[in-house]
């Protein structure tokens, strides 16, 4: 039986990306007997333009009924000055919640063809390869009370970050397992000095690191952490934090890496549900141009072979296809250095050398 599968292509260089990802999906998956149904549905603003809203209840059922999602991107100027609960980005928040993703993974790994695209020095990242665990559906995103109030010269507003054990414990157990499967560390990311929030998430990561003696953990202050991922980044395995910090240091994460273009992510439910999509954003500057680079894309769609289907063969086939054509120097345009010459590739030559290299 075809497994049914639902892309969410969205805005930007979405739809661009995804079509990439989805050619990758199907080959790789061929190989490891899977065959897929593919559905498309909308997400964000051109869900906006077609039907008023980010995200329409059907699509969150047809999601529910699917075996796992593809996403691209959501968003772009020309949706900027719409009311905020009703933006592009509110069709994240919204499947997220609805689908009960609240695990995000978000990997970040040097690639050795790709050590000189960091922002930093060659030596502190080559070797890198860290995963960012972030609880996804709680924190201050969807606390209350929320809102605002007060006329002007007197407004104000407020968001309440609310965390309960067991959002804690399920968060810290997912990263605990991921990294069993990696290096055998964990760092719990808090900001318990200042926050009652960070003080449970301490009692909590302490309480389930009792489940794992396996795994050496480590507490560290969000600050230091925003600090040491630049300055000594080889250090860290596996990182699981809140939604907030995970936001801001997963972006930091990945930006050692050279390119947000590079970088995929998974959301979880449990029972191992998951929606996949690529880290970037939409980037309207550059849609329908054929400059985007699909690489997050693709390696997303190996997360999701693995992660959904536990094809890790298929997955790891992808991500040697997609180490082979960057050894071999193609790069998309956001991979090539000031001063560097080099032929850029486009989004779907990028997508064909995949395949090339898959086959």
């Known amino acids: 039986m075809a497994e049914k599968i639902i892309l969410l292509p969205g805005d930007g260089i979405g739809p661009e990306v995804t079509e990439q990802a989805r050619l990758v999906l199907e080959k790789a998956g061929a190989k490891a007997g899977l065959s897929f149904e593919f559905e498309e549905e909308l997400i964000g603003g051109c869900s906006i333009d077609a039907h008023g809203t980010p995200l329409r209840e059907e699509v969150i059922e047809k999601c529910r009924g699917s075996r796992s999602v593809l996403l691209g991107a959501v968003g772009g100027p020309k949706w900027d000055d719409m009311p905020v609960d009703v933006r592009p980005e509110k069709g994240l928040l919204a499947i997220r919640k609805a689908l009960g993703l609240f695990a995000n993974l978000r990997p970040a790994q040097v690639m050795p063809a790709l050590v000189n695209a960091s922002a930093l ?28 109030s007060g006329e002007k010269g007197n407004r104000s507003a407020v968001n309440a970050m609310v965390y309960d054990e067991h959002e804690v414990a399920r968060i810290t157990r997912v990263a605990f397992e991921q990294a069993r499967l990696r290096r055998h560390h964990v760092t719990h990311v808090h900001k318990a000095n200042v926050l009652d929030v960070s003080q449970l998430w301490m009692e909590v990561v302490d309480e389930v690191a009792k489940e794992y003696p396996d795994v050496e953990l480590a507490h560290q202050l969000v600050d230091s952490c925003a600090m040491l991922l630049v300055q000594e980044p080889k250090r860290f395995d596996v990182i699981v934090t809140g939604n907030l910090f ?31 999509e690529p880290v970037h954003g939409s980037a309207p500057d550059i849609a329908g141009k054929d400059l985007a680079n699909p690489l997050a894309a693709i390696q997303s769609a190996a997360m999701l072979l693995e992660t959904a289907f536990g094809a890790k063969e298929a997955a790891g086939a992808i991500r040697k296809a997609v ?24 989004c779907k030559r990028m997508g064909e050398l995949v395949l090339e290299a898959l086959a």
């Open 121 to 148: 020095r060659p030596e502190i990242v080559e070797g890198v390869d860290m995963l960012v665990v972030r609880e996804l559906t709680g924190g201050i995103y969807f606390g209350e009370p929320r809102g605002r």
């Open 246 to 276: 995970g936001d801001i240091l997963s972006d930091e994460a990945a930006m050692i890496t050279g390119s947000l273009g590079m970088l995929p992510s998974a959301s979880l439910a449990e029972g191992g549900f998951g929606l996949f």
């Open 323 to 346: 180490t082979d054509v960057l050894d071999a120097g193609h790069r998309s345009g956001d991979l090539i250095l000031p001063g560097e010459s080099r032929e850029t590739v486009g």
